[in-house]
T-cell receptor, first 109, second 113 residues
Framework: SQQGEEDPQALSIQEGENATMNCSYKTSINNLQWYRQNSGRGLVHLILIRSNEREKHSGRLRVTLDTSKKSSSLLITASRAADTASYFC?????????FGTGTRLTIIP | DAGVIQSPRHEVTEMGQEVTLRCKPISGHDYLFWYRQTMMRGLELLIYFNNNVPIDDSGMPEDRFSAKMPNASFSTLKIQPSEPRDSAVYFCATKPGRYDEQYFGPGTRLTVT
């Protein structure tokens, strides 16, 4: 199995601004998944992008995937206070899903 | 669907006691995972099942930990005897098929004193 490495570890932005988080991984994947975790809660799946996709949108979320660079990015547009959370990427090859340490995003009202 | 259900939500026990955590997966999900989360170690995969069969338990810390899935509707994670270093939030997650996203339960916060 493999886990993604999120960058930056922490990010603070003003409400209304866009937030970008990056993920790098090491081996080949079938898909890459992004999750959010609010403090004290379980992880919530945000978006899944398959290895043959380059970009995917869901509401205010935009995910890109570059398999040649083994990297992905998550963009949250027009951030809101409720977006304050930790964000995890999880590259999935063929077995189990493991998680890195995440990006801690803080939205300042 | 009610989502993944875990019980209890909070558990406080004394060192040496047996602890049993429970998980009810989403109906129709073939995969079930147990994770442990701490500040120091992050989110660790302990064990996962496919169609009620344990597939990979390499993340189980030691023999004090055991997990079972007697049927498609129920799984348990047992710690016997418990130790203070077992204090953590334990999550159960399930997914329909191999390449699908996972659905997490709310977690059980375990405190061992």
């Amino acid at each position: 199995s493999q886990q993604g490495e999120e960058d930056p570890q922490a990010l603070s932005i003003q409400e209304g601004e866009n937030a970008t988080m990056n993920c790098s991984y090491k081996t080949s994947i079938n898909n890459l998944q992004w999750y959010r975790q609010n403090s004290g809660r379980g992880l919530v799946h945000l978006i899944l992008i398959r290895s043959n996709e380059r970009e995917k949108h869901s509401g205010r979320l935009r995910v890109t995937l570059d398999t040649s660079k083994k990297s992905s990015s998550l963009l949250i547009t027009a951030s809101r206070a409720a977006d304050t959370a930790s964000y995890f990427c999880a590259p999935f090859g063929n077995e189990k899903l493991t998680f890195g340490t995440g990006t801690r995003l803080t939205i300042i009202p | 669907d009610a989502g993944v259900i875990q019980s209890p939500r909070h558990e406080v026990t004394e060192m040496g006691q047996e602890v049993t955590l429970r998980c009810k997966p989403i109906s129709g999900h073939d995969y079930l995972f147990w994770y442990r989360q701490t500040m120091m170690r992050g989110l660790e995969l302990l064990i996962y099942f496919n169609n009620n069969v344990p597939i990979d338990d390499s993340g189980m810390p030691e023999d004090r930990f055991s997990a079972k899935m007697p049927n498609a509707s129920f799984s348990t994670l047992k710690i016997q005897p418990s130790e203070p270093r077992d204090s953590a939030v334990y999550f159960c997650a399930t997914k329909p098929g191999r390449y699908d996203e996972q659905y997490f339960g709310p977690g059980t916060r375990l405190t061992v004193t």
